[in-house]
C-alpha cells in the first residue's frame, strides 16, 4: 500500500475525525529506516532495530482514539521507540513527553521527530514504568511495550483527574490493552480487546 491508499482506506478503520487528520499529517516512512521506507505505509508492525518495532498504524490510530485527547491535554507516552505513536498523540494535544529505554532509540525518534517539524515532544531516556513525576499529572498516558500482571503503579498514581491511560497487560488469560481512567472515587480498569506488543523491559 502507498501514502495515498492508506489515506483513503483510514476512514473505514479509524472514525475519530481529529485521529485520521493526525495520521494524514504524520509522514510514517519518517519513523523506519530508510531500506523499509516503501512498506511505511503497509499496516503492519516494522522492524526499528534492537530487537523493538515500530506499531501497527491502525493500532496507534485505535489507542489515541481511546484516550480522547484534548487539543489542551499533556500526555505521557512510554516506550517511544521510533516516535511514530508521539507523533501522532503530538497533534492530538498540547504537549508529550516520551520516555525510551533504549538511548539509540531516544536519539533516533528526537532525530525524526524533528524531521517531521514536530516541536511539542521531548523524548527522554530511562525506565518508562516509573513514569515521569516531574512532569505529572497527566491527562493521558500512551504505553507500547507489555506490564505483566498489572499497569505499573508509578503510571497510575501519575494520571489526572479525568485521566485516561491505555496499556497492554498481560496475565494467565492473554495480553490485552486495559484502558483506565481515574475519577474522584478511585480508578476504572477495562480490559479490552487482545493485543500484542513488545514486553515493557
Ligand atoms: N511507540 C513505539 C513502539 C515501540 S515498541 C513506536 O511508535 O515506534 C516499544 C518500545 O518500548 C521499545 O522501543 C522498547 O525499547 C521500549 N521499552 C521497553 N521497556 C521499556 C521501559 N521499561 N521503559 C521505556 N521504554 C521501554
Excluded: K
Excluded at 493526525?22 to 531500506?35: D, G, S, T, Y
Excluded at 507516552?77 to 520516555?99: E, K, N, P, Q
Amino acid at each position: 500500500m502507498d501514502r495515498e491508499a492508506f489515506l483513503r482506506s483510514l476512514p473505514a478503520r479509524v472514525h475519530d475525525e481529529r485521529v485520521q487528520a493526525a495520521m494524514a499529517a504524520v509522514p510514517r516512512e519518517l519513523f523506519v529506516w530508510p531500506e523499509l521506507a516503501a512498506a511505511a505505509y503497509e499496516d503492519a508492525p516494522l522492524r526499528i532495530g534492537l530487537g523493538q518495532t515500530i506499531s501497527q498504524p491502525t493500532l496507534v490510530a485505535h489507542m489515541c482514539e481511546l484516550l480522547e485527547l484534548r487539543p489542551t491535554d499533556r500526555v505521557l507516552d512510554v516506550g517511544t521507540g521510533s516516535g511514530y505513536h508521539a507523533a501522532i498523540l503530538s497533534r492530538l494535544c498540547a504537549r508529550v513527553w516520551g520516555i525510551e529505554l533504549e538511548r539509540q532509540l531516544a536519539l533516533r525518534a528526537t532525530q525524526a521527530l524533528r524531521a517531521a517539524g514536530i516541536d511539542n515532544v521531548t523524548v527522554l531516556c530511562g525506565d518508562g514504568a516509573a513514569g515521569l513525576p516531574e512532569h505529572a499529572p497527566y491527562d493521558a498516558v500512551n504505553v507500547a511495550a507489555t506490564a505483566h500482571g498489572i499497569v505499573p503503579a508509578a503510571l497510575e498514581q501519575q494520571l489526572a483527574l479525568g485521566g485516561r491511560l491505555v496499556a497492554p497487560v498481560a496475565d494467565d488469560e492473554g495480553e490485552q490493552l486495559v484502558l483506565v481512567r481515574r475519577f474522584e472515587h478511585g480508578l476504572e480498569r477495562v480490559r479490552l480487546e487482545s493485543v500484542r506488543f513488545v514486553p515493557l523491559r
